[in-house]
């Protein structure tokens, strides 16, 4: 067993950030570092980020991802190549093909990881559970190959302009159950609250459908834009435009006021380089608060009656 191998994210003929962030990963791990690009052209994707030894193009016949092609492409490279760790991101691509692959090749497996540490050993990866109020540490003994889910953004994208090999690695596939066939572009809806510089961002905690009139007057009249957290979606209050997170829009205003949100991870990767966050919880313990630069333990609706008398 030796090295890390990586599993490159394409979409659209880009490379997705979290490709690079899982090279800033790997530096913490078993070297060398590969780099596998599955696609029908895999060399159009430039990988050669600082600290890959090699990039490893793995041709098939479709361009962008479908979960049983890079099921059966993953597997065959691990079986040739016997890495002691596989990165994947913690996307909904890997999501559903990463821990499948664990499990036939009986791998050590964790989701959701955003910390990692080689100790002579073992392996020790932090990830979160419930909603990020808690960490785990989990270790792996070092002999045992380990297949990990690493979260968007918890390490910094590695600089471009390595010096890796390249190779061509074939792999016989079986016809995917699945098949990709168009994207299709979401509305953006009423509004962009990708460009807007403040955001009023509304969650659960204003408990039910009637209260949003009183947030969309309250958003006017401070200059803000709404946004919600995903469970005001999903239960068809809001558009999905107005979504922030994982699922929904990734922004970045100068000022992020939540209301009533307990600051998920989900939520958090869409908002969290914001550039002031300010949260308003009643529960002291919501992991918005590890985010936020300002934080009240109050009663949403006893802020949102001041912020109206001051507006
Ligand atoms: C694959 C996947 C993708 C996801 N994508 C997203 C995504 O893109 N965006 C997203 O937001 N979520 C996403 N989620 C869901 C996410 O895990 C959380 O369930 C969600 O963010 C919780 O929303 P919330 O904070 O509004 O609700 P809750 O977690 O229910 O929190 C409500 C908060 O309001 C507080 N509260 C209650 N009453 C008051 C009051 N009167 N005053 C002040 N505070 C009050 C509570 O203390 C609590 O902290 C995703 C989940 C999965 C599995």
Do not use: C
Not at 85 to 93: C, E, K, R, Y
Not at 180 to 188: K, P, T
Not at 288 to 307: C, K, Q, T
């Amino acid at each position: 067993m030796n090295g890390t191998l990586i599993v490159a994210e394409h979409l659209r003929g880009a490379l997705r950030d979290i490709t690079g962030e899982l090279v800033t990963a790997a530096q913490h791990l078993s070297q060398p570092v590969a780099v596998a690009v599955i696609a029908r052209d895999a060399s159009r994707f430039d990988a050669n980020f600082q600290g890959v030894d090699e990039i490893v193009n793995v041709p098939v016949e479709q361009d962008e991802f479908e979960s049983d092609v890079y099921q059966g492409a993953v597997e065959a490279l691990i079986a040739e190549r016997e890495p002691q760790a596989v990165l994947l991101g913690f996307t909904v691509n890997s999501m559903g093909y990463g821990p499948a692959v664990a499990v036939k090749l009986g791998l050590g497996f964790a989701s959701d990881v955003h910390g990692l540490a080689r100790e002579s050993e073992s392996l020790r990866a932090t990830r979160s559970f419930y909603g990020g109020k808690v960490d785990a540490e989990l270790e792996f003994p070092a002999e045992r190959p380990v297949l990990l889910l690493i979260r968007p953004t918890a390490f910094a994208l590695a600089a471009t302009g390595g010096s890796a090999s390249k190779t061509d690695f074939s792999v016989e596939l079986p016809a995917s159950r699945a098949r990709h066939l168009e994207f299709e572009e979401a509305a953006v809806g009423d509004v962009d609250i990708t460009t807007a510089e403040f955001l009023l961002s509304i969650g659960r905690g204003i408990g039910g459908e009637e209260a949003i009139p009183q947030f969309e007057q309250l958003a006017d009249k401070l200059g803000a834009v709404l946004s919600v957290s995903r469970p005001l979606v999903d239960a068809g209050w809001m558009p999905n435009a107005r979504q922030i997170g994982q699922s929904g829009k990734t922004v970045k205003p100068k000022v992020y006021l939540a209301l009533g949100i307990s600051g998920a991870v989900q939520h958090l990767a869409g908002m969290k380089t914001s550039g002031t966050i300010i949260a308003v919880n009643t529960d002291p313990e919501a992991a918005i608060f590890n985010v936020a630069h300002f934080g009240a333990v109050a009663d949403l609706f006893d802020v949102a009656e001041e912020l109206d008398k001051l507006s």
